[in-house]
C-alpha cells in the first residue's frame, strides 16, 4: 500500500472513530431532531443559505464516512426545508457522499482485493460491465438494501464513477422523496421504522421489480425486432434440431431425447466428429502404441528401417481399430434406438426455426448449432505446393516419414512430435514462441521439452517459419530466428498451429448471426446467439476447445433450448480442468504459477515430487511433480497442475474439490488406497499442512510430553 493510501486509510479512520469516540451518533437520532426542531428552524429563517450549506456539507460527510445518520439526516432535511426543496438538497448531498465513499473504497481496497480474488472480481467486473448500471439501479430502488453498503462494495468494481452518480442520483429518488416527505410531518412519527411500514415496504419492492419488468420487455421487443423479417411456422415438427454429430451434438441430442423431445441430429461427414475420428481417438491410439516401442527400446529391442515401417503400420492398424471399437457408441444407429432422428446431408439454415437438408426442410422450436472446428492453416508462402498434412489428414500417411516437420509447439504437435519419433521418424519441432506448451506451467514445460528432446525430437523454439520451398522430390522449410535463417528437409509437413471454428457453408452470414473476434460463433452466458432460439456449443464457440467442455457446454444448450421460456441455465465454466498427453502427461485445473504471478494474484505454491512416491519408484515413473496454489495461509486450491504419469487421471479429485469448495485438508483427511500414483494428491496436500502447522501449539505439547515423561 502506497504512502498516500496509507494516509487517506489514517484520516478516515480517525474521523469514523471519533464519531463513536465522541458520542456524535446521539445528534443523528429521531429525538435530538425532534426537540430541536424549532431551533433550526429559526435559524434557517434567519440564515437559509448558510443553513442549506451547512446541512449540505454535513450531509455529504455523514454519507461519505458511512456512519448512522443519513436517514435522520433526511428527515431533517423536509422538516427544514419543505418537500420541494428539501428532495433537491438531500438528492444531490447523498449522491455526491456516496460518490465520496465509493472513490475511498475504490482507492483504498480495490487493487488488494483483486489481488487476492483475482478470478471472481473477474467474473464480476465482466457483468458489471456488461448489466453493472441496470444492477446498481435496481438496489437503489429499494432501500431495504443498505445503501452505504451499496456505495462501497461498488467501488470494488469497474463502473465508472460517473455512471455510479447518475444512476445513485436517479436510482434513490424514490426513496429520497419518501423520507422527505415524511419529514415534513416530523412530528407524526415515532420511529424510523414507522416510516417503512409494509406496505411502504412492498410498494418499494413492487418499485425494483419495475425495472425488472422493463428489461423482460425490452428484450420481447428486441427479440421481435430480430425475428422481425422470418416467417414463424404456426406449427413445428420438431422440439430441436442439432446441427453436428460430434462431441457437442451427440450430448445435445441425447440430453434432448432424454427429455423426451423430438429431436433431429444431422451430421454431413461421419458420426462422432472430429474427436472420434481424426482427434482425441487415433490420436491417443498412436501415442499409446508409441509408448509400446519406446518400453521395447529400453528393454534394448529397438527398431529401425524396415523393422520400424512394419510397427507404423502396425501402429495405424490400432489407432483404426480402436476407431472402429468405439464407432457404435456414436453411431447412427445406437442414436436412433434413443430417440434421435439421425439425417446424414449438409445443414443450411433457412430461418431461425427452419433447416434444410438436402432439399428437406424441417421446422423446429429450436436450433443447437455444433459445428466443430477445423485445423487452421497457416499463410505461409509455398506451403501448399510443397504439400502437408493436418490433424485431420496426418491418418493418411502412406508409411511412416523419414524427416518429419511439426509446425506449433502446442499439446497437438507436442503429442503427435513426441509420437512419431519415437515411432522412428527424424522429427523437428518449429515453434515461434520462446518455449513449447506456452499455456502451461513452465516448468511443465521444462520436463516435456527435456523428454521430447531425450527421444530424438529436435526442437526449435523461437523460430519463425517464413516459407516452403519444393524442388522435385526436394522440400525444404525455411525458418528464421534472431535475423538467421535455416533451412530444414523434410518428407511430410505437419501443421499443428491450432483449430479454427467451423463457421462456413450454414447461412450464418444470411441470418446476421455475429461472430467473435477469433471467428468463432458469438453467445451469451447461456449459449443463446443474437437469436433466442438458437443455440451454439463446443468448438464452434470455445473458448475451450476441448472434447469435455464441448460435451459440458452441450448439457446447458440442449436445457436452455427445451427449457428457455421457463427457465435458463448459465453454462459454468468455474473449473476447467485440461490434459495433454506426451509423456510425462501434464494435466492442469484453475490459475497456473506463472498465471497467477501475471495476474498480481496472491499465491502459496506447495509441490510435491513424484520421485517421494513410492508407486512411481517401483513403476519407473518418477519424472513429475504435483504442484498446487493457495492462497497464503490458506487450503482454498486455486489452481493445480501435475506433470506425470496418468496425470490427465489424477486430477480428477482436485477438480471435485474445486468445484464443491473442498480444500487441501479434506484431501489430506480422504483414505488413498496403498501403493497407487492417486497417493501423490494426498501426499501433496500433507506437504502444505506441514507448512501450516500451529508452532506455537506444538511448543505447548512437547512441553506437555515432557512433563509427562517426568
Known amino acids: 500500500m502506497t504512502r498516500t493510501k496509507i494516509i487517506l486509510l489514517l484520516v478516515l479512520a480517525a474521523l469514523f472513530g471519533a464519531f463513536f469516540l465522541f458520542d456524535l451518533d446521539r445528534y443523528f437520532n429521531l429525538e435530538f431532531l425532534k426537540s430541536g426542531q424549532r431551533a433550526f428552524q429559526d435559524y434557517y429563517q434567519a440564515y437559509p443559505f448558510r443553513m442549506i450549506a451547512i446541512y449540505f456539507v454535513l450531509y455529504v460527510v455523514v454519507v461519505a464516512l458511512s456512519v448512522p445518520g443519513a436517514a435522520v439526516m433526511t428527515l431533517a432535511g423536509g422538516a427544514l426545508f419543505g418537500l420541494p426543496l428539501g428532495v433537491v438538497v438531500v438528492s444531490f448531498a447523498s449522491s455526491i457522499g456516496a460518490l465520496l465513499a465509493f472513490w475511498a473504497s475504490r482507492h483504498l481496497l480495490r487493487d488488494w482485493v483483486r489481488n487476492r ?139 434432448a431425447a432424454m427429455a423426451n423431445a423430438k429431436v433431429t441430429l444431422i451430421e454431413e461427414r461421419k458420426m462422432g466428429g472430429d474427436c472420434l475420428n481424426v482427434g482425441c481417438v487415433p490420436s491417443k491410439a498412436l501415442i499409446h502404441s508409441a509408448r509400446l516401442l519406446k518400453q521395447a527400446a529400453k528393454a534394448g529391442n529397438q527398431a529401425g528401417g524396415a523393422e520400424a515401417e512394419a510397427r507404423f503400420a502396425h501402429a495405424m492398424a490400432h489407432v483404426r481399430s480402436s476407431i472402429q471399437a468405439i464407432e457404435p457408441h456414436d453411431s447412427a444407429e445406437r442414436y436412433g434406438s434413443l430417440g434421435v432422428e439421425v439425417i446424414r446431408g449438409r445443414a443450411t439454415m433457412v430461418s431461425p ?279 497464503p495461509g490458506k487450503d482454498k486450491i486455486l489452481g493445480v497442475t501435475i506433470v506425470g504419469e496418468h496425470a490427465g487421471d489424477l486430477i480428477a479429485e482436485y477438480v471435485l474439490a474445486m468445484k464443491h469448495g473442498l480444500g487441501l485438508n479434506k484431501i489430506l483427511q480422504t483414505m488413498h488406497i496403498y501403493p497407487t500414483l492417486a497417493e501423490a494428491n494426498k501426499l501433496a496436500a500433507g506437504a502444505w499442512r506441514r507448512n501450516h502447522l500451529p508452532q506455537r501449539l506444538l511448543g505447548w505439547a512437547a512441553r506437555y510430553n515432557a512433563r509427562l515423561r517426568g
Open 117 to 255: 480474488f483475482g478470478k471472481q472480481s473477474e467474473a464480476v467486473d465482466a457483468g458489471m460491465q456488461k448489466d453493472g448500471p441496470f444492477y446498481l439501479f435496481v438496489l437503489r430502488l429499494v432501500p431495504v438494501f443498505p445503501f452505504f453498503l451499496i456505495n462501497l462494495l461498488m467501488g470494488l468494481t469497474n463502473i465508472p464513477a460517473w455512471t455510479f452518480y447518475w444512476v445513485s442520483q436517479v436510482g434513490m429518488l424514490a426513496a429520497t422523496i419518501v423520507f422527505v416527505n415524511a419529514g415534513t410531518r416530523l412530528g407524526q412519527i415515532d420511529s424510523l421504522r414507522g416510516i417503512l411500514s409494509a406496505d411502504v415496504i412492498g410498494a418499494f419492492a413492487l418499485l425494483g421489480l419495475f425495472p425488472l419488468i422493463v428489461r423482460k420487455l425490452m428484450q420481447t421487443y428486441q427479440a421481435r425486432q430480430i425475428y422481425s423479417k422470418w416467417r414463424k411456422p404456426t406449427m413445428f415438427d420438431r422440439n430441436l434440431v442439432v446441427i453436428g454429430g460430434g462431441a457437442a451434438g451427440l450430448v445435445a441430442a441425447y440430453t
Open 353 to 631: 426455426w427452419e433447416v434444410e437438408v438436402d432439399g428437406r426442410r424441417l421446422t423446429t422450436r429450436s436450433i443447437i448449432l455444433a459445428t466443430g472446428a477445423e485445423p487452421f492453416v497457416p499463410p505461409i508462402p509455398g506451403l501448399r505446393e510443397a504439400g502437408f498434412y493436418t490433424s485431420d489428414t496426418i491418418w493418411e500417411l502412406p508409411g511412416l516419414p523419414r524427416r518429419l516437420v511439426v509446425l506449433g509447439g502446442g499439446p497437438l504437435g507436442c503429442e503427435l512430435a513426441q509420437a512419431f519419433a519415437r515411432l522412428g521418424s527424424q522429427v523437428t519441432q518449429v515453434e515461434r514462441g520462446a518455449r513449447l506448451m506456452a499455456r502451461e506451467d513452465a516448468e511443465a514445460s521444462r520436463l516435456v521439452t527435456e523428454s521430447m528432446a531425450s527421444d530424438g525430437v529436435r526442437i526449435l523454439t523461437g523460430h519463425q517459419a517464413l516459407r516452403c520451398v519444393r524442388e522435385g522430390e526436394i522440400r525444404r522449410l525455411v525458418v528464421e530466428k534472431d535475423g538467421k535463417e535455416q533451412v530444414v528437409e523434410f518428407d511430410a509437413l505437419l501443421c499443428a498451429v491450432g483449430r479454427a471454428a467451423r463457421i462456413t457453408g450454414f447461412r450464418l452470414e444470411e441470418l446476421g448471426i455475429p461472430l467473435t473476434a477469433r471467428k468463432a460463433i458469438e453467445v451469451n452466458e447461456y449459449l443463446q446467439t443474437i437469436y433466442p432460439n438458437i443455440y451454439a456449443c463446443g468448438d464452434a464457440i470455445g473458448p475451450y476447445q476441448f472434447t469435455h467442455t464441448a460435451a459440458h457446454e452441450a448439457w446447458y444448450a440442449s436445457m436452455n433450448a427445451l427449457l428457455g421460456g421457463i427457465w435458463k441455465f448459465r453454462v459454468d465454466y468455474s473449473v476447467v480442468p485440461w490434459a495433454t498427453f506426451t509423456d510425462p502427461e501434464v494435466a492442469r485445473a484453475g490459475l497456473s504459477e506463472d498465471e497467477a504471478r501475471e495476474q498480481g494474484v496472491a499465491i502459496e505454491v506447495t509441490r510435491f515430487d513424484l520421485r517421494d512416491l513410492d508407486r512411481a519408484v517401483t513403476d519407473n515413473a518418477t519424472t513429475g511433480f504435483v504442484k498446487v496454489l493457495t492462497p
